[in-house]
């Protein structure tokens, strides 16, 4: 990314995750998730997830850069062939947003929320996943802004062609939507990390125990 964090020995001392891996912000509450298709909100937006092409996905990074899988430290035809499996029906361009996906977001959410409570974290870590997909969209990047924070007008533009808004009950989909927040202690994290490393493509960008 053009803009990110640099660590100049000062206002940011170390890499992030091995600093809160060692205790940093142990006293605060981290609430970390995703959205399950996250990243497929550029690749929709710019038209780029119907031109993406198997040759694309497996080709050298040179030639195709960020759309090849081999940008993402993955051996591309493995990486091409495990995604398939786990995403049968998905076209070459929603393959490379589930894998984008996890590259920017899903992953390092888990690898976040394992560092704080390895550390023995005062603190609560909370992980949710939200997967209600916007007509034509999907369940990408901020589409669950309007339901955190029970925006009805917001969510009024989340129509399905139908003229449906997204759920009945808005203020009962708001409850069950904070309701999915779970902390370390309970099951959400095991269950999302048990799910990532049945996914052989994701496992090899998890930490190992």
Do not use: C, K
Request: glycine fraction near 12%; proline fraction near 7%; hydrophobic fraction near 45%.
């Amino acid at each position: 990314m053009p803009w990110q964090p640099v660590i100049d020995g000062d206002t940011i001392p170390g890499p992030p995750i091995e600093r809160i891996a060692g205790g940093a912000g142990g006293q605060v509450d981290v609430i970390a998730g995703t959205n399950i298709e996250d990243w497929r909100l550029w690749l929709v937006a710019s038209g780029a997830i119907a031109r993406i092409t198997d040759e694309i996905l497996t080709g050298p990074v040179r030639a195709y850069g960020y759309q090849a899988l081999a940008a993402y430290g993955l051996a591309a035809e493995r990486a091409l062939s495990a995604y398939r499996e786990h995403y049968p029906t998905a076209t070459p361009g929603e393959l490379l947003a589930s894998v984008q996906t996890d590259w920017w977001m899903r992953v390092p959410a888990i690898r976040l929320a394992e560092a704080h409570t390895a550390a023995g974290a005062a603190a609560g870590t909370y992980m949710y996943e939200f997967a209600w997909a916007s007509p034509g969209m999907g369940a990408v990047h901020a589409v669950e802004v309007p339901f955190v924070f029970d925006s009805e007008p917001r969510r009024a533009t989340l129509r399905s062609a139908a003229g449906q808004r997204p759920a009945a009950g808005t203020r009962a989909h708001h409850a069950r939507r904070l309701g999915g927040l779970r902390n370390h202690r309970g099951p959400l994290l095991a269950d999302i990390r048990a799910r990532a490393e049945g996914h052989d493509a994701v496992r090899h960008h998890l930490p190992g125990r």
